[in-house]
């Protein structure tokens, strides 16, 4: 490769550090709006199967998948990036398969073991995210002792301040029929979700959109929802529940919208700092899911003075983490690093090196069409758009108490995040 | 993307089932499959 001039290399330096901070802004506004999906859910109080929350969170979850790219680039975006890697859609599918089986796993895990002790075994995810990053796309090579003691470091205290914020939260958990299954479910999940990045990380480094992977990753998703569902309950049974869920459908799938927001900058993160950063930053939605809580729902209220101190050791420790991480930026050693898995990618599915290099730089290559909308898309917006409409027609109102106060200040942080950063990605990469 | 770049179908199924990047997700998929009809 020819050596770049001193004022290519600078700016070549400088889009490289531009990007880094988006993947980091990226990260943490995943985090605020996967910590606010839990907010609708929490007005849900009828003794529902998690299996039916689950499926219609999932079916808001596709709605917003398909219409919030129709609408942000346009179907033919969708159709161009799977024309040029067709290969990535059997990825993109395998790992909506995967989320589908860990989220039922943890059904279990919570149900034998209770949140405290499943959600530390499951959150080990991001962890072997990093072991996957490494060996598959070059994440950290070449990174130094150093960025590997942030990021490594940072991640482990992040999972330790989640744990001991999942024991505050949760409560004291009666014993399950058995906890030899729940320990098993909630690792299984673990490694389905760490595993889960693998196809996240090839899509980026062989140039798809995230807008494109998730509209493929989706049909995986729902598709592996259904199935486990009927299979578990049998269809009368899920309908029957289905039909008596009617009047929260329309919280359910909120939940599942404002999940699917987050999705896409956890997406974005996952893409410009790579999975071993960007998946331990977007699961601070931990602490935003907590501040709603805690909050708005006053789920720590009449709680002991140990809860109390609980809560607020494990915020700063994943406070502390996330400040490791962000202080372990990619050198430029390791993004030549990223390079050379991208080429590897090119090379071995006969991808163009150019159009590659300039979807990793958050570009659209030479030559490649601008994005348009179509009526389709605008079909599918309305088509969307009607669905929830018609469900918040028959959603009942929430008898469950909250102080909106709290809810309407973290709700303006969320937007005030999703704005600027929604913003930023336009200039920058317009939404590549 | 020219033509000396692009693969035969038959080319991208061989490329899909000697890249170990994609067993390794299939292979955790099943392990979890057969993990939850075990403790169902």
Not at chain 1, 150 to 156: E, N, R, S
Not at chain 1, 239 to 260: C, E, T
Not at chain 1, 262 to 271: E, P, R, S, T, V
Request: charged content about 10%.
């Amino acid at each position: 490769m020819a050596a770049l001039s001193p004022v290519a290399a600078a700016a070549s330096s400088s889009r490289s550090r531009s990007l880094q901070l988006l993947g980091i802004f990226s990260g943490l506004t995943a985090g605020a709006w996967l910590g606010a999906a839990e907010a609708p859910t929490k007005l849900v109080t009828l003794g529902l199967s998690p299996m039916v929350i689950s499926l219609v969170m999932v079916a808001g979850v596709f709605l917003a998948r398909w219409s919030l790219p129709a609408l942000i680039l346009g179907t033919s975006s969708v159709r161009a990036d799977a024309g040029r890697a067709p290969h990535l859609v059997l990825w993109a599918i395998l790992a909506g398969f995967l989320w589908a089986v860990a989220n039922t796993l943890t059904v279990y895990a919570i149900r034998d073991i209770g949140l405290s002790i499943a959600f530390p075994l499951w959150n080990s995810n991001s962890l072997l995210g990093i072991l996957w990053g490494f060996l598959f796309f070059n994440e950290l090579r070449g990174a130094g002792l150093a960025r590997w003691l942030g990021v490594l470091g940072g991640t482990l205290v992040m999972c330790v301040g989640a744990a001991i914020l999942a024991i505050a939260s949760s409560g004291v958990h009666a014993a399950g029929a058995n906890p030899t299954h729940g320990v098993l479910a909630a690792l299984g999940a673990g490694v389905l979700w760490g595993t889960m990045y693998i196809p996240y990380r090839k899509a980026y480094v062989s140039g798809m959109n995230p807008l494109s992977f998730v509209t493929f990753f989706t049909i995986g998703e729902v598709g592996m929802m259904c199935a486990l569902s009927f299979s578990t309950l049998g269809a009368q049974r899920l309908l029957a529940q289905l039909q008596s869920a009617r009047g929260v459908i329309f919280w359910l799938m909120l939940g599942g919208f404002i999940w699917v927001i987050g999705d896409l900058f956890q997406q974005y993160a996952a893409k410009y700092i790579g999975i071993s950063r960007g998946i331990p930053l977007s699961n601070t939605n931990q602490l935003w899911g907590l501040l709603w809580g805690v909050l708005v729902f006053g789920e720590l209220h009449g709680r002991s003075a140990t809860a109390h101190l609980q809560v607020i050791g494990g915020s700063l420790l994943m406070i502390a983490g996330v400040g490791a991480i962000i202080f372990s930026s990619t050198t430029a050693r390791e993004s030549s690093q990223w390079r050379v898995a991208a080429q590897r990618e090119a090379t071995r599915y006969g991808l163009s090196s150019d159009f590659v290099a300039a979807r990793l730089d958050g570009r659209q290559s030479a030559g490649e069409s601008a994005p348009s909308r179509t009526l389709l898309d605008w079909f599918l917006v309305a088509l969307a758009t009607a669905v929830f409409v018609y469900f918040a027609a028959i959603a009942e109102i929430p008898r469950i108490g909250g102080d909106w106060r709290p809810a309407a200040l973290i709700a303006l942080i969320s937007l005030v995040l999703l704005t600027s950063c929604g913003v930023h990605l336009w200039r920058v990469t317009r939404f590549q | 993307m020219s033509g000396k770049d692009s693969v035969s179908a038959r080319n991208l199924v061989t490329c899909v089932l000697t890249d170990v990047q994609f067993w390794v997700p299939v292979a955790v998929l099943a392990a979890g499959l057969l993990l939850l009809e075990w403790i169902r």
